[in-house]
């Protein structure tokens, strides 16, 4: 998994399979296993933390310079593609360690990519990213959170809600107004450490799906923090958050694939196993063509996804259109998908004694997070190839 600027979607593809492989190999033997219960007990997926720190699996975006694997985009779609096929809320892990890390190694300086890639990139610590707030989600440049300088510090104010591993990551990327008068250009971004004084969380969000990956709000009570923790110039948080999201939604279309396949794969075996009139209800013309249209679209997310992945590792030009295209294409996929792999299984599809009923919640929240799919048309829109 070499990372690199010369990333070359038309590579020979063995190391990229390889890759899948070995993640699927881990997933289905180290986190399939543990998947149901964490979702029926709500609770954290240490197992699936265990198992990918263990395989140097848990942020493989990380630049070799730190420490990390250095794998290029392409490579962190496929491990948290198939970290989903199995769990959701396992594949979390990958994908907020990039999405909180992220802003640190576009826009961050030698000295806090130094202190804070490394642990992350040992496993030693998780990276979350604290973006929204009560009233401010689509409207992310109307936040409320306060930075104010004081000498050699900044002060923090404020709430952060829908705050993915907030509780279990130490590190947290938050963004701050620094100048009330310049809206979005008076935002500035934050490493926030969950030792810090003045730093809580409140209860886990009840939430549909995804329920072992914590949900909670962040709570910033005159949290003094060094001046060096600024993440980049004072006022660009806002064009770094923005930045950030290009990358990182295309990790979001993965999950969003992964579910999908994870979906289409059980309903598949469902489906010779099952009989009905005499013989498996897959040789019957309607589920066949139910399954035929569900692997097409998937297959058809699948590209669109890895290529969004190439254009992120190229930061191309047209990146912030692919971006959002992915995200927006392959989560409306995993839930047309997951809801079909719900009807395929009839009765039993609709219990949680199969785990199709548990992949349809948890894809809902894939056309939800890092902006609604509606949110994603508006970019679309903006920026049409």
Not at 172 to 199: L, Q
Request: with cysteine; net charge negative.
């Amino acid at each position: 998994m070499a990372g690199s600027a010369d990333f070359d979607l038309y590579r020979p593809a063995e190391e990229h399979d390889m890759l899948r492989e070995s993640v699927r190999s881990l997933a289905e033997a180290k986190i399939l296993p543990f998947a149901a219960a964490v979702d029926e007990e709500s609770r954290f997926p240490q197992e699936a933390l265990d198992a990918l720190v263990s395989s140097d699996l848990h942020a493989v975006h990380v630049p070799e310079t730190y420490g990390g694997a250095g794998a290029d985009a392409l490579a962190t779609v496929i491990v948290i593609e198939e970290v989903a096929r199995v769990c959701a809320s396992s594949s979390l892990i990958p994908a907020v360690n990039k999405l909180g890390s992220l802003p640190v190694i576009l826009s961050g300086s030698e000295e806090l990519k130094a202190k804070y890639l490394g642990p992350l990139a040992k496993g030693d610590a998780m990276f979350s990213y604290a973006l929204s707030e009560p009233d401010a989600g689509s409207d992310a440049a109307g936040m409320k959170t306060r930075a104010v300088r004081d000498g050699d510090f900044w002060v923090l104010n404020g709430v952060k809600r829908w705050i993915t591993n907030a509780g279990v990551s130490e590190y947290y990327t938050v963004m701050a107004v620094t100048d009330p008068s310049m809206r979005s250009k008076g935002i500035s971004a934050f490493v926030v450490e969950k030792s810090d004084e003045g730093v809580s969380f409140g209860a886990p969000e009840k939430k549909l799906g995804i329920k072992g990956s914590p949900t909670r709000e962040v709570y910033l009570d005159n949290v003094r923090i060094p001046a060096d923790r600024m993440i980049g110039a004072e006022g660009t948080g806002f064009a770094t958050a923005m930045k950030t999201l290009d990358h990182t939604r295309i990790t979001i279309a993965a999950q969003a694939l992964g579910i999908a396949q994870g979906a289409l794969d059980y309903a598949k075996g469902y489906v010779q196993e099952r009989k009905q009139f005499g013989k498996p209800i897959g040789d019957f013309q309607g589920v066949q063509f139910m399954l035929a249209d569900m692997a097409m679209k998937i297959e058809a997310a699948r590209q669109l996804t890895y290529s969004a992945a190439a254009k992120s590792e190229r930061v191309d030009g047209d990146l912030t259109f692919f971006g959002a295209a992915a995200k927006c294409f392959a989560s409306d996929v995993a839930m047309e998908v997951t809801t079909d792999a719900v009807q395929l299984l009839g009765g039993y599809g609709y219990t949680r004694d199969y785990p199709v009923e548990r992949m349809m919640r948890d894809a809902k929240i894939t056309q939800i997070y890092e902006g609604t799919n509606q949110v994603q048309r508006i970019v679309m829109a903006r920026n049409l190839p």
